[in-house]
């Protein structure tokens, strides 16, 4: 098996493409594209949460559903939340209603104020974690690695949820702070060519 299927335009893409006819714009424009956004970045982190045991295939369907419901992620506002909105996430049949997962968005929002306030942003924060890319494993190959270990351990001390290993893993995939596009898909080359353009925020 390949690692790579052919694209709309029959370009190589990473063969997880094939899950979804929708992943090939999220593949192509957003997946491994550096992000300096923060809320950006928070609304990733959360997603990821959301997806612990589910696909990103349904995560992603209702995407914009969870911008509506969590104020397009603007995490000083979700850190004022409260009880009612928590009951009003819950009976929202357009994300997945998660008490435990809700409630953890609630919380790290108010983590996401302080740590913007400590680090002067949330992308300064983050991009501390980029790892060097000869300490990886191949692309696609693994579901952890050091760096992403050693951010949750971090983001756990800081009073985050939600925020293992494997899900800073997958953040880290998908904000662009690895490549992790396999060889030969037509994106790595335009991923690394971003990510040489990208400055590094606080630098």
């Given at each position: 098996m390949t690692a790579t299927i052919p694209g709309p335009d029959g370009k190589p893409r990473c063969r997880w493409?094939?899950?979804?006819?929708?992943?090939?714009?999220?593949?192509?424009?957003?997946?491994?594209?550096p992000v300096d956004d923060d809320r950006r970045l928070f609304e990733k982190l959360c997603l990821e949460g959301f997806q612990s045991g589910l696909s990103w295939r349904t995560i992603l369907a209702k995407r914009e559903n969870f911008r509506t419901a969590f104020h397009r992620f603007d995490f000083?506002?979700?850190?004022?939340?409260?009880?009612r909105d928590v009951e009003r996430l819950?009976?929202?049949a357009g994300i997945v209603r998660h008490r435990g997962k809700i409630e953890a968005v609630i919380n790290n929002a108010g983590r996401a104020v302080e740590?913007?306030?400590?680090?002067?942003?949330?992308?300064a924060?983050?991009?501390?974690?980029?790892?060097?890319?000869?300490?990886?494993?191949?692309?696609?190959?693994?579901?952890?690695s050091p760096a992403s270990v050693a951010m949750s351990?971090?983001?756990?001390?800081?009073?985050w949820r939600f925020v293992g290993p494997t899900t800073a893993y997958a953040f880290m995939q998908a904000?662009?702070?690895?490549?992790?596009?396999v060889e030969g898909c037509v994106t790595r080359t335009q991923?690394?060519?971003?990510?040489?353009?990208?400055?590094?925020?606080g630098a």
């Open positions: 493409c094939a899950a979804s006819p929708q992943f090939f714009d999220y593949h192509d424009h957003e997946w491994g594209f000083t506002r979700i850190a004022r939340y409260d009880e819950l009976t929202d740590l913007a306030r400590q680090e002067g942003s949330l992308a924060y983050f991009w501390r974690w980029e790892p060097n890319p000869a300490s990886l494993a191949s692309p696609q190959t693994a579901s952890t351990k971090d983001l756990k001390k800081r009073g904000m662009g702070l690895i490549n992790d596009h991923v690394e060519r971003a990510r040489a353009a990208f400055r590094l925020p």
